[in-house]
């Protein structure tokens, strides 16, 4: 699982941060999901390593401007391109109507199976290696975080093990695998469990823009390995925050403490403290950390490997 920041500004753009975007790379399955699309994200996937060749799901927070107008022009270069199979979307009500008014009024077909998923807080997606939910946050308009778990996997089989205690291979392999007791032919009993190494635990990753600080954006935060959490403010504009129903650095910092969360990467912030100004992004950064020390700040086209629990996490730039 690997996290590109395609998009870390706020409400417009700047020269050094387009709008939002967020893209979850799964290398074991070549799959690309993408979390809101803002105007230009088809554009920084190009200038990035991803490959939109490998989009297939894509889950929007908001009908804010800012979270969805690079939407259509991304599913309709993805139709030019004739390379994507099929996109499956999920987001809030009217997301399906935004959509066919622009296909409708821009002349455009899309030449693949595009399916809007409207969602409602609970489990909106599952197969047999993640588990996807939704929540409602606190916007100005409904708003959704997400949360991607991984399901746990069996510990590596010790092959080398079976085949000393002369245990034929076969079907009987996989039922081991899975930690099943078999009764073997000549009548011994085995533990699939005591062939395996401990399982490796499912990661946990969250998504939770825009909002001000809720309940909602706790529990989908819970336990994660990592939250990226919205910080359009800095502490001393609180009274805005509350106003604007977006969080200061020192809410996305209380999130990720009171969820138990591993690793808080902020991003969603206001062009007010850009460099030079009387506040910086860097006091957003002290001011969360002070709070939750494990805080890091996104830029674009930082990259994230969201590690196991025993792996050590990797933070790069693409340079």
């Known amino acids: 699982m690997q996290i590109t920041f395609l998009g870390t500004s706020s409400g417009v753009p700047t020269r050094s941060r387009n709008v939002s975007s967020v893209a979850l790379r799964l290398p074991q399955r070549a799959e690309m999901w993408l979390f809101d699309c803002g105007e230009g994200t088809q554009h920084q996937i190009l200038h990035s390593d991803l490959k939109v060749s490998q989009l297939s799901r894509i889950f929007i927070t908001h009908m804010h401007g800012d979270h969805i107008f690079g939407l259509m022009g991304l599913l309709a270069s993805c139709g030019l391109a004739g390379n994507v199979d099929r996109v499956d979307i999920y987001g809030p009500a009217g997301l399906n109507e935004y959509l066919q008014a622009c296909s409708r009024y821009s002349h455009t077909h899309f030449s693949y199976p595009v399916k809007v998923h409207t969602v409602k807080p609970g489990v909106i997606y599952e197969d047999a290696e993640f588990t996807v939910s939704c929540a409602q946050l606190h916007h100005r308009i409904p708003a959704f975080g997400y949360r991607i778990a991984e399901k746990d996997r069996a510990g590596r089989f010790d092959i080398e093990k079976a085949q000393a205690l002369e245990i034929p291979p076969g079907r009987v392999y996989g039922q081991l695998k899975r930690g099943e007791t078999v009764t073997l032919p000549d009548g011994r009993t085995i533990n699939g469990s005591e062939l395996c190494g401990p399982t490796e635990i499912g990661r946990k990753f969250a998504y939770c823009t825009d ?51 591993h690793r808080l990467i902020m991003t969603h912030f206001s062009p ?31 990259m994230y490997e969201v590690p196991r629990r025993r792996d050590q996490q990797l933070v790069t730039s693409k340079s």
């Open 211 to 261: 909002t001000v600080y809720c309940d909602g954006a706790v529990e989908l935060a819970r336990d994660a390995d990592v939250v990226i959490h919205e910080a359009t403010f800095a502490h001393q504009d609180a009274e805005m925050a509350f106003q604007r129903l977006h969080s200061t650095s020192t809410m996305a910092a209380q999130t990720a403490l009171t969820a138990g969360a």
């Open 272 to 302: 007010r403290y850009a460099p030079g100004n009387s506040v910086e992004l860097k006091d957003l950064l002290k001011e969360a950390r002070a709070i939750f020390p494990n805080t890091e700040m996104a830029y674009d086209f930082m």
